[in-house]
């Protein structure tokens, strides 16, 4: 979409189903309302939608057989990320969310608990995490000083969970040799690129592209009605959905 709004969203699905593609996929809660808009509307196009929830469609909104909705269990990978930084020696560790929605919350949730479960493996009673939500998904030169505050006074790794927010934790890491836990997708080759070889520890990765090859392939062998109307929530039962 040409902008971040509901109606350049919409309007990039109806050119698309103008064109005459009949599946399309959308990445990310902000789809919410245009898919509200249009999935109802091209009852014969396939719309499947990750990190879309219930809450993200709306009060009342009725999930057609049309839409395929997909959702993880981030507080999983999360927890894995926590328990392995604890367990890699690190003992002041930082959380900076982007917007509190569901997903971000659920990793700084599981962020914690596994780095508590880590430190009580381990007989830690001197592990520290500092915790905060940027209320956006980019970075800015405030919430890089209050990063640059955190690493000042021994912040060793902080997980930046939430878009481009990253920018800001990997810019006051690089000051002083600090280092970074990366979010949704393997990020070691975009953070290391940008801001020095090392700095990024691990990435708490969902399987994005799992889901959509799940939902494609129920398209290909005509399936489609097992996942019709549903809003899978997906984790490390279902398969290949959350890890490191």
Request: hydrophobic residues 40%.
């Given at each position: ?12 699905i ?66 894995m ?31 914690v ?5 880590a ?32 690493y ?6 902080v997980f ?60 290909n ?24």
């Amino acid at each position: 979409p040409a902008g971040d709004n509901t109606a350049d969203r919409v309007g990039m699905i109806e050119s698309a189903i103008d064109q005459g593609y009949n599946v399309i996929v959308m990445p990310g809660y902000a789809f919410g309302e245009a898919i509200t808009e249009t999935a109802p509307k091209f009852s014969d196009v396939k719309f499947i939608a990750l990190d879309v929830s219930a809450g993200d469609l709306g009060e009342g909104f009725e999930v057609p057989a049309n839409l395929y909705c997909a959702v993880y269990q981030e507080e999983l990978c999360g927890y894995m990320a926590g328990y392995a930084a604890v367990k890699l020696g690190y003992k002041s560790l930082g959380f900076l969310g982007g917007m509190a929605v569901p997903a971000v919350v659920r990793y700084g949730y599981g962020f914690v608990q596994g780095a508590n479960a880590a430190a009580a493996d381990m007989g830690l009673t001197d592990v520290t995490i500092n915790y905060i939500y940027g209320g956006q998904f980019f970075g800015d030169a405030d919430i890089t000083s209050v990063m640059d505050t955190w690493y000042a006074k021994g912040t060793e790794v902080v997980f930046a969970c939430g878009g481009g927010i990253y920018t800001s934790a990997a810019e006051a890491a690089a000051k002083v040799g600090g280092k970074v836990i990366g979010v949704d997708v393997d990020q070691k080759g975009i953070i290391d690129g940008d801001y020095g070889d090392g700095m990024t520890v691990t990435s708490a990765m969902k399987g994005l592209g799992a889901a959509v090859k799940n939902g494609l392939d129920t398209v290909n062998a005509g399936d489609w009605s097992t996942i019709a109307g549903t809003n899978g929530n997906f984790g490390l039962e279902e398969g290949d959905y959350v890890g490191l």
